[in-house]
């Protein structure tokens, strides 16, 4: 809700200036999440969820755009479906709600706008920077449990619950009619987490944890294999890498208002 409310004060900041600016447009996009890391590590187009999200943006020229963007996207991995059988041996699953918000600047390869512009379409590039709040779950013994507060990897505490993101992707736009757009894209994010999954580094020793009524439960949690001896202190539980990626793909529409003060091409 705070990064709702974060997204709602800078779109009326957006809105504010639109007086100083030649086009101002908004847009809605919906389509699929993905997710790269500890237990998807080779398949960078899998989709695992639905996503959705809204823009404001400052078209500055033909070419350069700077936007203020929400979106929402859900995404999941289950070890016990995986075709890697030592991913079936793990037998770990996550899921978890992703809400973005992120600054980002689009350039146009082409003379391109909705509402103006040389070119009736264009290819695209985008980055910038965000952040995302995530909360990994799991299902065991057909109970969902909330990983962070059950420290699966022996952490002295809870990781966060967000973490800084970078964007980066390609798209296509496409005018439609008028100041009507219609654009596709797909973009990751490099997650300046690896706990997206709850999954990061070595299955730690019981020691790790406090001997209290919690403690079978963390280590089912931790090491839910049913290989007999799966999983011994110290080994690797996730993979070497120290940042989990997701992804965003899909299909939106936008609208582009444009003010008295044209582009001069």
């Not at 705070?2 to 709602?8: D, G, K, M, P, V």
């Not at 952490?155 to 757009?181: C, F, H, S």
């Amino acid at each position: 809700m705070r990064y709702l409310r974060s997204f709602a004060c800078l779109l009326g900041f957006f809105f504010g200036i639109t007086a100083n600016a030649q086009t101002f447009e908004i847009g809605l996009m919906g389509g699929g999440a993905g997710y790269i890391g500890d237990l998807n590590q080779t398949k960078p187009l899998k989709i695992s969820g639905m996503s959705a999200g809204a823009f404001a943006k400052l078209n500055l020229d033909a070419y350069w755009g700077v936007g203020l963007h929400y979106t929402y996207g859900k995404i999941r991995a289950n070890d016990a479906v995986s075709e890697n059988e030592d991913f079936r041996n793990r037998n770990i699953n996550f899921k978890t709600a992703l809400n973005e918000v992120s600054l980002q600047v689009d350039f146009n390869f082409l003379n391109y706008f909705a509402g103006g512009g040389t070119k009736k379409f264009t290819p695209y590039i985008f980055t910038g920077i965000g952040g995302v709040f995530y909360k990994p779950k799991a299902i065991y013994n057909d109970t969902e449990y909330n990983l962070r507060y059950y420290q699966t990897e022996g952490q002295t505490e809870a990781y966060r619950n967000y973490t800084m993101t970078i964007p980066y992707g390609v798209g296509i736009k496409l005018q439609l009619k008028d100041n009507w757009g219609l654009f596709s894209q797909i973009g990751y994010r490099t997650a300046y987490s690896d706990y997206l999954d709850d999954v990061s580094g070595v299955y730690p020793a019981a020691s790790a944890w406090p001997n209290d009524d919690a403690l079978a439960l963390r280590q089912q949690l931790s090491n839910p294999s049913l290989v007999p001896n799966y999983g011994a202190p110290g080994t690797q539980r996730g993979d070497f890498r120290k940042r989990d990626t997701y992804m965003f793909v899909g299909i939106g529409i936008s609208y582009t208002f444009v003010s008295q003060k044209c582009y001069t091409f």
